[in-house]
């Protein structure tokens, strides 16, 4: 999901569309957060591991 935002936020700026920014940006976090809270052993929605 990280990955995602990222090439989504670059996309965005290249091609100068600010939907693809926001939701890029939107990914990131969200992504983040995500790995963050998994890698300290919390389970996240019911799942232990989000693959």
Not at 25 to 44: E, S
């Amino acid at each position: 999901m990280i990955t995602l935002g990222v090439i989504l936020l670059i996309v965005g700026f290249i091609f100068g569309i600010p939907t693809l920014w926001t939701i890029g940006i939107i990914l990131a976090v969200i992504g983040a957060i995500l790995a963050i809270v998994g890698g300290t052993g919390r389970r996240i929605g019911g799942r232990a591991h989000w693959y």
